[in-house]
């Protein structure tokens, strides 16, 4: 999955403890089913899918007391468990895969570097068997989303100048589309089937088209290829489809039945439209987010990959030492709400 849904604790409000819950046992259920390598595959996007499942479901919310963990403060923390989180962790392991095995494949980035690219294919091809094995423990036939994305290089090969911008989204909209429809199936809700796979299928166009724009002039500069660049589309052409999606969902959710949609709106409904416009905002607002301590060897190969839902180093607040995204209630100094925190969660898409 892409990581392009990345809201701020602020606007979150009293759902944070949730979304938290979500990201914790996406992570957790990658870890217990598939090994602590697995969990390089945790990503923003992917916890959707936990939330789908879960907001359908009649039954209280299934959930643990995680441990410690360095990456929320050696905070301890209620992590969503179950057949929902273990659906989250099967497409985001299964997609993570695809996504080494492309890099690989290309000789592009960290996973395609001669030395490399061999383990990364051995653990691509693991990651994939792994996910597959998961899935049919939980009725989810994975070969769905495999199939799409091998059709994707294909599709990429023959897309030249006049092909429908929609042609080359297609098998991340076919993807995205069958694992929200199977949301509906764990929850015990067929009737949501539909509705739901249209949501999915319109998730994976933005997905698509948000990556395309924010590579675009990287792309554009290396000579690498960008569905944008290879069909002839503008950037206007590209929101105004983005546009019709977010539309799309939005009405599409209208159709499901939920027993506690409000996660599911403030993710798909509003974080995502505030991740379109960040996106194609000409004249975006600085980024505020503390910046990255550091460049490490594993964080540059995360984002290769686009595994960058667990990397998250920041630098801390000059005068209170602690990041200044690291907003909420028990804030330690006014001097980092009023300089960073608020006006961070106003302008930009920060993602504590």
């Known amino acids: 999955m892409f990581g392009i849904i990345r809201p701020c604790r602020h606007r979150l409000g009293e759902l944070g403890a949730a979304w938290q819950a979500h990201l914790c ?44 963990c360095a990456l929320r403060g050696l905070r301890k923390a209620e992590a969503a468990v179950g057949d929902c989180a273990r659906l989250a962790a099967t ?49 989810f036939e994975v070969g769905v989303l495999t199939e799409a994305v091998g059709r994707q290089s294909a599709v990429e090969a023959a897309a030249g100048p006049g ?24 929850a015990g809700q067929p009737g949501n089937q539909a509705a739901l796979a249209e949501a999915g299928r319109l998730f994976g166009r933005i997905a698509h088209l948000v990556d395309a724009v924010e590579d675009l002039a990287a792309d554009q500069a290396s000579g690498a290829w960008n569905p944008l660049l290879a069909t002839g589309t503008d950037r206007a052409e590209a929101r105004r489809l983005c546009d019709d999606a ?50 490490s060897a594993v964080g540059r190969g995360l984002a290769a990959a686009g595994l960058t839902g667990l990397l998250s180093l920041r630098r801390p607040h000059s005068r209170c030492g602690r990041c200044c995204c690291d907003c909420s209630e028990d804030c330690c100094c006014d001097a980092c709400r009023e300089a960073c925190c608020e006006a961070c969660c106003d302008s930009c898409d920060c993602s504590c």
């Open 91 to 139: 497409v985001s392991l299964v997609l993570a895969a695809a996504k080494m095995r492309d890099h690989a494949d290309d000789g592009d980035g960290a996973y395609g570097q001669p030395g490399v690219r061999g383990a990364a294919t051995a653990l691509a091809t693991r990651w994939t068997q792994a996910g597959t094995r998961t899935g049919q423990l939980i009725g």
């Open 163 to 186: 092909t429908a911008l929609l042609t080359v989204t297609e098998p991340t909209e076919t993807a995205t589309a069958a694992a929200f429809a199977h949301t509906a199936v764990l």
């Open 246 to 295: 977010l539309l799309g969902i939005a009405l599409a959710l209208d159709e499901a039945e939920f027993a506690d949609e409000r996660l599911v709106r403030l993710l798909l409904v509003r974080e995502l439209t505030r991740s379109v416009h960040r996106v194609f905002a000409d004249g975006a607002a600085p980024d505020r987010r503390c910046p990255p301590a550091s460049t």
């Open 25 to 68: 046992g996406l992570c957790l259920s990658l870890r217990d089913d598939h090994g602590q390598a697995a969990r390089l595959a945790t990503n923003y996007d992917g916890l959707v899918i936990s939330v789908l499942a879960e907001a359908q479901s009649s039954s209280a919310p299934q959930r643990r007391t995680a441990g410690r």
